[in-house]
């Protein structure tokens, strides 16, 4: 009997040294251990694909009950819309092939040119403190590959920051977004040699979707209104992209720390669709 | 002695109930904007699972869904499986001899765990913080953690009650072997201990 009923206390202390050992294994950036959840991921996709469809189903089929008199109106307005921008895309054509020729002949260069955008759906949200990461799904398939020194910029539609790639599988990759505690970027002041800064995830503020800016140079001339951007230090963030806006200054007792609250400018709970910026 | 039931149905029903509601936290809840505060689902289904059918069925039970919790949004592996485990067990244990396993015992169970999983939260961010020159202090921590925590708790509690008539009448044992008794060896600690 004692034998018995010690035995499981055994295994549980062995599960948990495992477990310790396993959590230290996969937290390191690009760390084979975590394509463990791979062939998980691969048999998982199709099931939450089939969620993600019937959830927006749902959300648009209850939108079409509620909203009816009102979508109709909106149809057509966007029907007139639709005509007027009909005609502009063929200026607009006409004008891009001009461009195109242009660009190649003065040979500029397009800022994102070094990189290869790759689109993915969200698939999975945070749960709550610890597991606070989106899921998309594209991965190791698509080329995603994370290293110890090597990650890449996620962007919505509009070009604007939502995090950078944590980790990856076979079919997956994690982001993590902007306003987690654990991520950090290089930002500037959108302006003619606007001055360089950190913006930073915050225990406080994520609950309430926002971020810190701190390291804020004394010089530095910083207003609530003024739009950061990625300053393209350090590799992983190409600079330009928009990060947010400045919401709140808070002085301290010396200038040296300054800290600044930041609005980020992607609306993170409706974005659905993201783009990785992956450098070639 | 009676008949061992098959071990088929409730390795079947814990990963048809796992999958699905680890799935439904991570997309469908956060679509629900009315909901200020999101259920933990895969917690409770760990705590109820450790409560109702014994300690091997919960430690199981956690380290699966604690798997899948870390697949979906971990930033680790190993870390939800480690928690959920020691959730159920913790639900096994907690005040056993007072609640003696009496179904509805399983709310408060609910609350304390997780008031319990809320606290290891804080010390793993105090312990080991993201950015080396950001340490939140504990203060700070738990300030947070009380602001959140009873909302939370109360959200678990309310989502529980489903889940616990669910694995009560649909769950992985027959429920009139339940009502007659959890520990004659027909249910998790008995079954899997004969395995």
């Not at chain 2, 609910?110 to 950001?134: G, K, R």
């Amino acid at each position: 009997m004692p034998r018995n009923s010690r035995s499981p206390i055994y295994f549980i202390i062995l599960v948990t040294i495992s477990l310790i050992v396993l959590v230290i294994a996969s937290s390191f950036p690009g760390s084979i251990i975590n394509q463990l959840s791979s062939p998980f991921s691969v048999i998982l996709e199709p099931i939450q694909k089939s969620v993600l469809n019937v959830t927006d189903l749902v959300r648009t089929g209850s939108a079409a009950v509620f909203e009816g008199a009102q979508i109709r109106r909106e149809n057509e307005a966007l029907q007139l819309e639709n005509a007027t921008l009909r005609n502009q895309v063929t200026q607009l054509e006409e004008a891009g092939r001009q461009y195109e020729e242009l660009k190649s002949a003065l040979q500029l260069k397009d800022k994102y040119d070094r990189y290869e955008i790759i689109g993915g759906r969200l698939m999975t949200r945070e749960i709550g403190d610890w597991f606070d990461v989106f899921r998309i799904d594209i991965g190791i398939s698509d080329g995603l590959s994370v290293g110890e020194t090597e990650s890449f910029a996620v962007v919505d539609a509009q070009s604007r920051l939502v995090g950078r790639i944590l980790s990856t599988d076979a079919t997956s990759a994690k982001i993590l977004p902007v306003i987690h505690e654990g991520f950090s970027v290089s930002g500037k002041i959108d302006s003619v040699n606007g001055d360089l800064l950190r913006v930073r995830g915050d225990y406080d503020l994520k609950d309430q979707g926002l971020c810190m800016v701190d390291q804020i140079p004394m010089t530095a001339s910083i207003h609530v209104g003024d739009i950061l951007v990625t300053s393209g230090l350090g590799g992983i963030f190409p600079s330009g992209i928009e990060i947010g806006e400045i919401i709140e200054i808070r002085e301290s007792l010396s200038v040296q720390n300054r800290q600044a609250v930041l609005r980020p400018s992607v609306d993170m709970q409706n974005v659905s669709v993201v783009f990785v910026m992956k450098g070639q | 002695m009676r008949t061992q039931q098959p071990l088929a149905r409730p390795i079947l029903i814990y990963a048809v109930y796992g999958v699905v509601f680890a799935i439904l936290q991570v997309t469908v809840l956060p679509e629900l904007d009315f909901l200020k505060v999101r259920p933990d689902l895969t917690l409770i289904l760990s705590i109820l699972t450790g409560y109702l059918f014994g300690r091997i069925d919960g430690l199981f039970l956690g380290l699966a869904a604690g798997f899948l919790r870390d697949m979906l949004a971990g930033r680790t592996l190993g870390l939800g499986m480690l928690l959920l485990m020691y959730a159920a067990l913790a639900a096994h244990y907690l005040l056993r001899d007072f609640f003696r396993r009496k179904t509805w015992m399983g709310l408060v169970q609910i609350f304390l765990v997780t008031l319990l999983y809320e606290l290891a939260l804080v010390l793993m961010s105090w312990f080991f913080p993201m950015l080396p020159d950001q340490v939140p202090s504990f203060g700070q921590l738990m300030a947070r953690m009380a602001t959140t925590m009873p909302l939370q708790g109360l959200a678990n509690v309310a989502f529980g009650v489903p889940i616990l008539l669910l694995l009560r009448y649909k769950g992985p044992y027959d429920p009139r072997v339940l009502d007659e008794d959890l520990d004659d060896g027909s249910t998790g600690e008995g079954k899997w201990r004969l395995i």
